[in-house]
């Protein structure tokens, strides 16, 4: 050490130079890109993230941003156009994938004949006149499944539904982060009509506001921090220059590491964000040890080398280990903030032997008079009291290590996105938008693997989704049988999952051609499936019940097989019970299953059956024998066809194919002579029971829906047709059933059914996982970097003991951090953020106390008190005045981060000066030095 300290001293331009050119190196590797990919912070074979790739592979990105237009009114000319432009332009981005509103909405409707167009739910172009606008605003506000969808039901606000792409069409990856900026960008170019505000709102959304926030805030407050660590340490060194040393050589530690990373090609990521406050808390201690050493020991920088130069090596090298462990990991950019923070403590502890003796020699500093200050007998005193109070301090140690332990399974494990920004920051703003007008912004996606054009698979889909719509915390529902039965209302005038396999793919065809978004909720080969799970704002400690919920409901309700069964008695109890559950459920639980049940089994009374009759025979007088849509062989027949036709109603056996059936029997051979005349015949035999249908369907939706009315109340239009359509099903002649839901009978309907299996994922699951991941691994860390660092400790000083009583501090000051979010799991919940405190606490308490006992080894107690407690009262004063300012951060989790690090390194600070000097007594006595007796005779104590 004497030659590297001779070598720094005489040549200090060369080593000023050569950090200086490296610092140029260095920060040509900058800017960094950012990484806000969270599917990284999960193990390569987790569960979640299979089924997310599985997901993505079938439906593109499930990254999804919303704007939301608000306006007094928003059904003006000017502003449905600005709705429309705004759309059309945000399409036009290459961000995204496509883009939902109401200006480009289309719907399904039957022409006549059976020919399917699309209407477009706003014309172009837009009304002009009040009548017109107002006749739109009815019409749109009166289709459920726009109003408090796309459009808020008060005539205020419009919803765009943006899906954000990860890859650029040339085939370049793109950030969520700089898709939403893209967005946001492009939606403020066109400034709104005048009283029209924006919304911007959504995960992608969310993450852009916190990244960008952050970084506002430390823009905004790093010279706050700046100027307070300056002053605290120009208060406790006497010297402007000792502070400026000290700030220039964490900044440079930060420089240098974050440009090798630049030069590397790795971005930042939500974790390694955190790498310049990480390493000012963990590196600022090395050039404050050589300070202090300079100014106790003569003002000689070859002194303050020799005398520091171990410690800070052995201190940076266990500081190392301790994110060295990192690498057992199984996340990747866990792995790499590890190495990463591990280079820059070697960074950090380089420079303080290197630029600050450098520094010195060119721009010294006036030694410290060797009176005693008030800080030093504060120290002394302190030491003094310890020592003398031994018993009585490990005990109250004990005891507040105990106290902290038992708040440990108290902490909270959650984010709530809500949370990270104050009530009126426009994020804040638009998820309550959001959440009031829209059912919130944040949804989990239930992924469907099936056949789902067949029939017994959109059907137990919409009965999932009935039971879905009762779970709390949920508040909206999407999914293709939803879209199929709208269509089907669209093309026949009443809303029902079809139970044609081929009706079902032409329904599906049309959606995806009305709106590019079913994409989201169908693949192309409609193979596969996504329910969308609307559940408010983000807070896991929400969603985790919600998903145990959904998960548990799939799992008896869905996975399985789909089978379709004849409608017999042995069966009916179960299905009858399974739907009454179901309208329940649509009521909220207003009435009880056994009543609704009871209802279900009252059947139809003979004067319904006898209306249906009669409305069925003058049908077919009025088609068959006055209008002769179809020529029957023998007209004496109409009553019998009528009464046949009649029993196909009442049974649920009314379909075109049926009823083809049925007249071809009785129509006349001369109207099937050629290929011609039989596709006449059949389109008129389409009509007769297509009116027949229109005919009774209400009539009989009616009398079904009597004896349920007092007990369900009144409902929204698209629950009350929804439970039309449930009673609908009971009177089918085929039911649709999951095999677990069939008698033991059922084993040979239940092995020709359509498997469907079932998977959650989306946002708020892999948000959790990887909170859930980090934390596991960091605990994982721990494991391995602890016995790591007390076996450094050991071999250093060569005695166990040492190695043990060196890592007392560290591990209550990571009982004290953790504890205290254990006491207070409202305040301050565990996050990505605090899940660092641990790496910060263990190397700054490791810190503290190898300076403390490598002083001690060679000068005592008092020694040790008056230099390496000194410089660590410094250190953590200045770190604990700089960090407390991040409490006035606008993001919730940089304001807790930065609380937490000033308390780590307060009570690291405390830990040490208080436990060492009784626990050291225990270890040896130290080396005599005739230049450094004690002068209190703390030693002897």
């Not at 950090?19 to 390569?44: I, K, N």
């Not at 005048?194 to 905004?220: C, K, M, W, Y």
């Not at 266990?318 to 403590?345: C, I, K, Y």
Request: charged content about 20%; hydrophobic content about 50%; glycine content about 8%.
């Amino acid at each position: 050490m004497d030659r590297f300290a001779a070598v720094v001293t005489r040549h200090p331009l060369k080593i000023l130079a050569l950090v200086a050119a490296l610092s140029v190196f260095f920060a040509a590797g900058l800017p960094l890109d950012y990484d806000d990919d969270v599917v990284r912070f999960l193990p390569a074979k987790a569960p979640e993230i299979a089924t997310f790739e599985r997901i993505s592979d079938r439906f593109g990105s499930l990254q999804v941003a919303l704007v939301v237009v608000e306006a007094a009114d928003l059904y003006t000319p000017e502003n449905l156009g600005y709705v429309r432009r705004l759309t059309r332009d945000l399409t036009a981005i290459p961000e995204t994938e496509h883009v939902t509103s109401i200006t480009e909405l289309a719907v399904v409707k039957d022409e006549g004949g059976g020919r399917a167009g699309h209407v477009q739910l706003v014309p172009d172009p837009i009304p002009a006149d009040p009548a017109g606008l107002a006749a739109l605003k009815a019409d749109l506000l009166g289709l459920d499944y726009i109003a408090g969808s796309l459009a808020s039901t008060d005539g205020t606000s419009a919803l765009l539904v943006a899906q954000l792409r990860t890859k650029l069409p040339d085939g370049l990856k793109i950030s969520t982060k700089r898709a939403a900026e893209a967005l946001r960008a492009r939606a403020e170019a066109d400034p709104p009509p005048a009283g029209v505000r924006l919304h911007f709102g959504g995960a992608p959304f969310i993450a852009e506001a916190a990244a960008n926030g952050s970084q506002a805030d430390l823009q905004r407050l790093a010279p706050f921090v700046a100027g307070i660590t300056l002053l605290l340490v120009v208060l406790s060194l006497g010297s402007l220059w000792a502070a400026f040393y000290t700030v220039l050589t964490v900044g440079l530690g930060c420089l240098w590491t974050l440009g090798l990373m630049g030069w590397l090609g790795l971005p930042l990521t939500l974790v390694s964000s955190s790498l310049p406050v990480v390493l000012a808390a963990l590196g600022s201690a090395y050039a404050v040890h050589v300070l202090v050493w300079y100014r106790e020991h003569g003002a000689n920088p070859a002194v303050a080398i020799t005398g520091m130069g171990w410690p800070i090596i052995v201190t940076a090298a266990t500081t190392a280990a301790g994110f060295v462990s990192f690498l057992a990991m199984d996340l990747a950019p866990m792995r790499e903030f590890g190495w990463q923070m591990a280079v820059g403590a070697a960074f950090c502890a380089v420079l303080a032997l290197t630029l600050v003796p450098a520094l010195l020699v060119v721009r010294p500093i006036a030694a410290r008079p060797p009176r005693q200050r008030a800080v030093d007998r504060w120290l002394l005193r302190v030491a003094a009291t310890t020592r003398r109070r031994r018993g009585v301090v490990l005990g109250v140690a004990a005891a507040v290590a105990v106290l902290f332990a038992t708040r440990l399974s108290h902490i909270d494990t959650r984010m709530d996105t809500g949370s990270f920004f104050p009530d009126d920051a426009p994020p804040a703003v638009a998820d309550r938008v959001l959440a009031e007008r829209f059912g919130g912004s944040v949804f989990l996606q239930l992924f469907v693997d099936a056949d789902i054009a067949d029939p017994a698979v959109l059907h137990r889909l919409a009965a999932f989704e009935d039971r879905l719509r009762a779970v709390p915390g949920v508040t909206r529902v999407e999914s293709i049988a939803q879209v199929v039965a709208i269509v089907h209302e669209g093309m026949k005038l009443v809303r029902r999952e079809s139970r044609s396999r081929a009706e079902a793919e032409q329904f599906i065809y049309l959606a995806q051609q009305a709106d590019p978004s079913v994409a989201l909720l169908v693949d192309g080969k409609r193979r596969g499936a996504l329910v969308q799970i609307g559940i408010g704002g983000f807070d896991t400690g929400v969603v985790d019940g919600v998903v145990a919920r959904v998960q548990a409901l799939a799992d008896e309700h869905l996975a399985g097989r789909a089978v379709a069964v004849p409608a017999t008695p042995e069966r009916a109890a179960a299905v009858q019970r399974d739907a009454a559950e179901r309208l329940v459920a649509l009521t909220d639980g207003r009435a009880s299953v056994d009543a609704v049940s009871r209802a279900l089994d009252a059947g139809l009374p003979a004067e319904v059956r006898a209306d249906v009759a009669k409305k069925v025979a003058d049908i077919v007088q009025r088609d068959v024998v006055d209008d002769e849509m179809v020529t029957l062989a023998d007209p004496e027949k109409a009553p019998a066809l009528a009464a046949d036709l009649t029993r196909l109603v009442l049974t649920g056996e009314l379909d075109k194919d049926a009823v083809v059936a049925m007249l071809r029997a009785l129509v006349d051979p001369a109207e099937l002579e050629d290929e011609r005349d039989v596709k006449a015949f059949e389109r008129g035999a389409r009509l007769v029971g297509n009116d027949v249908d229109l005919a009774t369907t209400e009539l009989l939706a009616a009398a079904r829906r009597a004896p349920l009315d007092p007990l369900l109340g009144e409902l929204p239009r698209g629950r009350s047709l929804r439970v039309d359509a449930i009673v609908d099903e009971l009177a089918r002649p085929v039911w649709y059933v999951t095999d677990h839901g069939l008698p033991p009978a059922g084993a040979a309907a239940a092995a020709a059914g359509r498997p469907v299996a079932v998977a959650l994922s989306g946002e708020p699951i892999i948000q959790r996982a990887m909170t859930e991941s980090v934390q596991r691994n960091q605990g994982l860390s721990l494991l391995v970097g602890l016995p790591l660092i007390i076996l450094i400790v050991a071999g250093v000083f060569r005695s166990v003991t040492a190695g043990l009583i060196g890592v007392l501090p560290a591990g209550l000051t990571l009982l004290v951090t953790f504890g205290l979010m254990g006491c207070f799991p409202d305040v301050l919940p565990m996050d990505i953020a605090a899940s660092m405190l641990s790496s910060i606490a263990l190397g700054v308490g490791i810190d503290y106390a190898i300076h403390f006992m490598w002083r001690y080894r060679q000068g005592g107690l008092e020694a040790a008190m008056r230099t390496s407690g000194l410089a660590i009262v410094i250190n953590a004063a200045e770190i604990t005045g700089g960090f407390v300012v991040l409490a006035w951060a606008t993001i919730a989790p940089m304001s807790r981060f930065g609380l937490l690090i000033a308390e780590t390194l307060l009570v690291a600070a405390i830990a040490t000066l208080v436990l060492l000097p009784p626990l050291l007594s225990w270890w040896r006595a130290p080396e005599a030095r005739p230049d450094e007796a004690p002068a209190l005779g703390l030693d002897a104590a």
